[in-house]
């Protein structure tokens, strides 16, 4: 099956750093979203982006399909950017169907 | 507009037991998919509901059935509890024909098997 991974595994910044997560997968998309995990174990949805670029307040996201990567990029962090950034694909080859394959993550602690 | 909603939030079972876990889709999807997320992994897709059938499948064993009735609400089904389906289980909704598949989950059902 396609294969997700992420970079880094963990990230530390200082509040007001920006970020670039990165998303590589092994096979032709036609799903890509990118999560954010909080604490309790809530997936909320950043962006639903197979291709393209999008943006939504301090975050932004890039999905280079002919290459096979995604970035996403969190600009001025805060601490409540913390957690779990996991990006999850689809594969062409799925044949219609939607099953998700998730990456490992990227855990994000962001401080004072 | 509600969003996906999973009952219970958390349940402890034994070894043996068997567990039934309910997910109501996000209003207007009529799609639903399970997940597994053990601790300090991403979720692995256990199986997907669309018109009442289960339409794909990964790599879990048959201890693990779902349904999907007629107002697209869905449930889980795990049989002979084993110590390792202690997890986090997410349900995600979706609309089939959207042009988008964006997937939305709800907050889970920690899962303890002692």
Known sequence: GIQVEQSPPDLILQEGANSTLRCNFSDSVNNLQWFHQNPWGQLINLFYIPSGTKQNGRLSATTVATERYSLLYISSSQTTDSGVYFCAVASKLTGGGNKLTFGTGTQLKVEL | ?114
């Not at chain 2, 997910?23 to 601790?39: E, F, M, N, R």
Request: net charge neutral; proline share 5%; glycine share 10%.
């Open chain 2, 1 to 114: 507009d509600a969003g996906v909603t999973q009952s219970p939030t958390h349940l402890i079972k034994t070894r043996g037991q068997q567990v039934t876990l309910r997910c109501s889709p996000k209003s207007g999807h009529d799609t639903v998919s399970w997940y597994q997320q053990a601790l300090g992994q991403g979720p692995q897709f256990i199986f997907q509901y669309y018109e009442e059938e289960e339409r794909q499948r990964g790599n879990f064993p048959d201890r693990f059935s779902g349904h999907q009735y007629p107002n697209y609400s869905s449930e889980l089904n795990v049989n002979a509890l084993l110590l390792g389906d202690s997890a986090l289980y997410l349900c995600a909704s979706s609309l089939r024909l959207a042009g988008t598949d964006t997937q939305y989950f709800g907050p889970g059902t920690r899962l303890t098997v002692l």
